[in-house]
């Protein structure tokens, strides 16, 4: 065992998240200018932790056939690749199963919060010394990359501290097993709960007994529903899956999730690029490309070749924008899949003829069964259909069963809540009169003088819930990113012993989930944003969420609500918050109607 491995087997031991890992390897990154104390060992033992993820992960290791450190490289793969005998910013490389290979440069850095520069840290070695490879990885602990290396889309990819912050006890137990053992610690898979059971029963039934090739799971958000839709796939035995979701970070979500929770191993392939990113969206939750994990395609013929090799089970994950991509590979072959697993079904509902609308033509994507999920099924409007005319044939109703199936299984909130799945909610719409401010702002005489009244009173109107309700993590809602930003802000001025944060969807996945895990390691804190936290996220610590302007969409109340109903232990109840500002000649109760 060489050094490197002996300090981080110790180190390792006993830790079971990455934030216990990070103080002890820092120990060895010390650059002192008073003493001139230097040791750089700490980048070498995370080079070998690296190896180990790689090998180990459940979101990796079926990934690749060989894991190398750069000395451990067989000669002739250096020959393949050009890498020559020294290290000039290639520290591993793998090789999948295509017998494609990556090269990785690994960063480790001791302030997490920094972001690595292409020059600086000598990214743009990686790129420049392996010109054979096809693909590129940078390995990190930092929370981002600097603007240049962004720009390496379609053969980079970035691990960065929120991949570390997701490796779960089970992998950290298993590479301590393997460092000191050599033997792996065999995976604990979920059992469904007895709702899952009910539902992936019913779904499937309506399947093959019932002959049905499409239908709906409506599941309220927090119930489960990803791994349902795994545990449905492996009940029908399927071998070709497309999985279908709307965003990049949703597409990365599921793929880890899956990949952690599979009874069978599967070879997958993303379908994405860039330009799925929804930039039309107020503050949209911003994935990219560089973040997956993994390689993405949005070339047919690469999609065509992989529908076409011979794996025992293949899925592919795509965002819809990137579903003209699968229809044309698909239509120069015959091929059908066999299961197609429809996320956030209702963004394929209303009018017009799109890339989300292309899922529902069997022509197109020949699938046996469609299975669309959602917590929030949209209807149109029959006020909207006498409007349509000719149009009518491109709106997509969910009431429609010749489009969306069936409901095969329906949980409701209500359900979840009396079933002890979700918590309870209490919605408390605080008044805050002008005169109980003027008594709160003569308290705290270094208030800004230009903040104005009504922005006082939404920072006021939340600590009091907090306070009353003993809440300790909330979640607030707001119209803009600035106004977030601005909310959080003034807020960590006026209670102090809150800590405060804001995120929007342009910040890293690393950078926002290193946020969102310092908000739940939090006593108290809050965490503000425009929309970009209404999906997907699963932070249980989330005990209130806070509208401070009035939201128009139904679709996004309920998604965001669903954040404050997740359980922990000692959670009784979620607080849905909506304050009202009122002067004393005001009556509250008028108010309350027009305000939220």
């Given at each position: 065992m060489?050094?490197?491995?002996?300090?981080?087997t110790?180190?390792?031991?006993?830790?079971e998240?990455?934030?216990?890992?990070?103080?002890e390897?820092?120990?060895?990154?010390?650059?002192?200018?008073?003493?001139?104390?230097?040791?750089?060992?700490?980048?070498?033992?995370?080079?070998?932790?690296?190896?180990?993820?790689?090998?180990i992960?459940?979101?990796?290791?079926?990934?690749?056939?060989?894991?190398?450190?750069?000395?451990?490289?067989?000669?002739?793969?250096?020959?393949?690749?050009?890498?020559?005998?020294?290290?000039?910013?290639?520290?591993l490389?793998?090789?999948?199963i295509?017998?494609?290979?990556?090269?990785?440069?690994?960063?480790?850095?001791?302030?997490e919060s920094?972001?690595?520069?292409?020059s600086?840290?000598?990214?743009?070695?990686?790129?420049?010394?392996?010109?054979?490879?096809?693909?590129y990885?940078?390995?990190?602990?930092?929370?981002?990359?600097?603007?240049?290396s962004?720009?390496?889309?379609?053969?980079f990819?970035?691990?960065?501290?929120?991949?570390?912050?997701?490796?779960?006890?089970?992998?950290?137990?298993?590479?301590?097993?393997?460092?000191?053992?050599?033997?792996?610690?065999?995976?604990?898979?979920?059992?469904?709960?007895?709702?899952?059971?009910?539902a992936?029963?019913?779904?499937?039934?309506?399947?093959?007994?019932?002959?049905?090739?499409?239908?709906?799971?409506i599941?309220?958000?927090?119930?489960?529903?990803?791994?349902?839709?795994?545990?449905?796939?492996?009940?029908?035995?399927?071998?070709?899956?497309?999985?279908?979701?709307?965003?990049?970070?949703?597409?990365?979500?599921?793929?880890?999730?899956?990949?952690?929770q599979?009874?069978?191993?599967?070879?997958?392939?993303?379908?994405?690029?860039?330009?799925?990113?929804?930039?039309?969206?107020?503050d949209?939750?911003?994935?990219?490309?560089?973040?997956?994990?993994?390689?993405?395609?949005?070339?047919s013929?690469?999609?065509?070749?992989?529908?076409l090799?011979p794996?025992?089970?293949?899925?592919?994950?795509?965002?819809?924008?990137?579903?003209p991509?699968?229809?044309?590979?698909?239509?120069?072959?015959?091929?059908?899949f066999?299961?197609?697993?429809?996320?956030?079904?209702?963004?394929?509902?209303?009018?017009?003829?799109?890339?989300?609308?292309l899922?529902?033509?069997?022509?197109?994507?020949?699938?046996?069964?469609?299975?669309?999920?959602?917590?929030?099924?949209?209807?149109v409007?029959?006020?909207?259909?006498?409007?349509?005319?000719?149009?009518?044939?491109?709106?997509?109703?969910?009431?429609?069963?010749?489009?969306?199936?069936?409901?095969?299984?329906?949980?409701?909130?209500?359900?979840?809540?009396?079933?002890?799945?979700?918590?309870?909610?209490?919605i408390?719409?605080?008044?805050?009169?002008?005169?109980?401010l003027?008594?709160?702002?003569?308290?705290?005489?270094?208030?800004?003088?230009?903040?104005?009244?009504?922005?006082?009173?939404?920072?006021?109107?939340?600590?009091?819930?907090?306070?009353?309700?003993?809440?300790?993590?909330?979640?607030?809602?707001?119209?803009?990113v600035?106004?977030?930003?601005?909310?959080?802000?003034?807020?960590?001025?006026?209670?102090?012993?809150?800590?405060?944060?804001?995120?929007?969807?342009?910040?890293?996945?690393?950078?926002?989930?290193?946020?969102?895990?310092?908000?739940?390691?939090?006593?108290?804190?809050?965490?503000?944003?425009?929309?970009?936290?209404?999906?997907?996220?699963?932070?249980?610590?989330?005990?209130?969420?806070?509208?401070c302007?009035?939201?128009?969409?139904?679709?996004?109340?309920?998604?965001?609500?669903?954040?404050?109903?997740?359980?922990?232990?000692?959670?009784?109840?979620g607080?849905?918050?909506?304050?009202?500002?009122?002067?004393?000649?005001?009556g509250?109760?008028?108010?309350v109607?027009?305000q939220?």
């Open positions: 060489t050094e490197y491995k002996k300090i981080l110790e180190l390792i031991k006993d830790k998240t990455w934030r216990e890992l990070k103080p390897l820092s120990k060895y990154n010390v650059h002192s200018t008073e003493t001139a104390e230097k040791d750089t060992r700490a980048g070498k033992i995370f080079e070998v932790f690296t190896k180990l993820y790689f090998l992960s459940p979101t990796e290791k079926d990934n690749f056939k060989n894991v190398w450190l750069f000395e451990e490289t067989p000669l002739e793969v250096r020959n393949k690749l050009n890498l020559g005998n020294q290290d000039y910013g290639v520290d490389v793998l090789q999948d295509e017998d494609q290979y990556f090269v990785v440069q690994c960063k480790y850095k001791n302030d920094s972001k690595l520069n292409w600086a840290d000598k990214i743009a070695n990686l790129f420049a010394f392996c010109p054979n490879a096809n693909g990885i940078v390995f990190s602990n930092a929370v981002d990359l600097d603007n240049v962004k720009t390496r889309h379609d053969n990819t970035f691990y960065g501290v929120a991949n570390l912050n997701e490796i779960q006890k089970e992998t950290f137990n298993s590479i301590y097993s393997f460092l000191a053992q050599n033997q792996l610690i065999e995976r604990k898979l979920y059992d469904p709960l007895p709702h899952q059971e009910i992936i029963h019913e779904c499937t039934q309506w399947f093959t007994e019932g002959e049905e090739p499409r239908g709906q799971l599941l309220p958000c927090g119930a489960g529903k990803t791994f349902t839709a795994l545990w449905i796939k492996e009940k029908l035995q399927s071998k070709n899956t497309l999985v279908l979701v709307p965003s990049l970070a949703l597409l990365r979500q599921i793929k880890n999730e899956w990949s952690k599979r009874k069978n191993i599967y070879q997958y392939l993303c379908v994405c690029s860039e330009t799925d990113i929804d930039k039309d969206t107020t949209t939750l911003v994935t990219h490309t560089y973040e997956i994990d993994t390689r993405v395609t949005t070339d013929e690469h999609v065509k070749s992989f529908l090799k794996f025992e089970e293949k899925v592919i994950f795509s965002t819809y924008h990137s579903l991509v699968i229809a044309n590979a698909i239509k120069e072959i015959s091929f059908e066999d299961f197609v697993f429809c996320d956030e079904a209702h963004k394929t509902a209303g009018v017009g003829n799109n890339k989300f609308s899922i529902h033509n069997n022509n197109r994507i020949p699938s046996k069964y469609r299975l669309y999920a959602t917590a929030t099924p949209r209807i409007k029959e006020s909207l259909k006498k409007k349509l005319g000719d149009d009518l044939k491109y709106a997509y109703d969910m009431n429609d069963p010749d489009t969306f199936g069936y409901e095969f299984h329906r949980m409701t909130f209500k359900d979840a809540i009396e079933e002890d799945i979700l918590v309870d909610y209490k408390v719409a605080i008044g805050v009169n002008s005169d109980e003027k008594e709160y702002i003569e308290q705290r005489r270094f208030i800004d003088k230009n903040i104005s009244i009504d922005e006082l009173a939404n920072n006021y109107a939340l600590e009091h819930v907090m306070q009353k309700y003993n809440a300790n993590h909330g979640l607030t809602f707001h119209s803009r600035k106004l977030a930003q601005e909310f959080a802000n003034r807020h960590g001025q006026l209670f102090p012993n809150t800590k405060t944060f804001s995120v929007s969807g342009e910040q890293s996945t690393s950078y926002r989930n290193l946020v969102l895990e310092e908000f739940k390691n939090s006593e108290k804190a809050i965490v503000s944003n425009a929309r970009c936290l209404t999906e997907g996220v699963d932070v249980p610590t989330i005990d209130l969420v806070y509208f302007d009035p939201k128009n969409s139904k679709v996004d109340i309920v998604q965001a609500v669903g954040r404050a109903l997740r359980k922990k232990e000692g959670k009784k109840l607080l849905i918050v909506v304050p009202i500002y009122h002067s004393q000649k005001d509250i109760t008028n108010l109607g027009t939220s």
